[in-house]
């Protein structure tokens, strides 16, 4: 059975910081690694999918990489801004089949 | 593109009374996700469509839950009767599955958050 696990649960920073996000799964026979980002009261948004021949995906400030061997994946955030206060999500699957989330890191950007 | 759509946004019942949700997908999506998210947890899958077919409800409480895609569009998903703990938010996603080479991403809509007095 696939879990994922996302340290930290909560991180705080000041504007302009570079950070990391770290997500680690048990299985990893898997075929995609996505990351969302929730807003309070909101539904997810797609930041970035990384596939399992894929080791990293870009998208703007954000970074994201995969180590299937060791079950882990990385999102960095560049420049960190107050917009980017979210919880961001991380979740694995294989293929069509169910997403397996991690509870999730809730980001807080001072400014 | 319209993204996945969801309704209500918001529901308040009275337990033992039922609920239904609507979702529809983004088009031409073949696939369709009804999770459960409860507060400070990640999502987790209730059921699965592929076009009509339900391919994975395993998870699923069916004693109170059902749901059906008809046509392989839009889907339902209902809870009869409500109870306390079905407080939670509902969310639905879709995504494009046909031929090795789709990435099978997962877009999800806003959900619907229901409360159970």
Redesign the interface.
Known sequence: KQE?TQIPAALSVPEGENLVLNCSFTDSAI??L?W?RQDP??????LL?I?SSQREQTSGRLNASLDKSSGRSTLYIAASQPGDSATY?C?A?R?????V????TKLTVNP | EAGVVQSPRYKIIEKKQPVAFWCNPISGHNTLYWYLQNLGQGPELLIRYENEEAVDDSQLPKDRFSAERLKGVDSTLKIQPAELGDSAVYLCASSQTSGTSVPNEQFFGPGTRLTVL
């Open positions: 994922v075929y995609n996505q969302f009261g909101k539904g997810l948004t797609s999918l596939q999500l979740a699957s293929g069509s089949e169910k997403l989330f991690g509870k999730g």
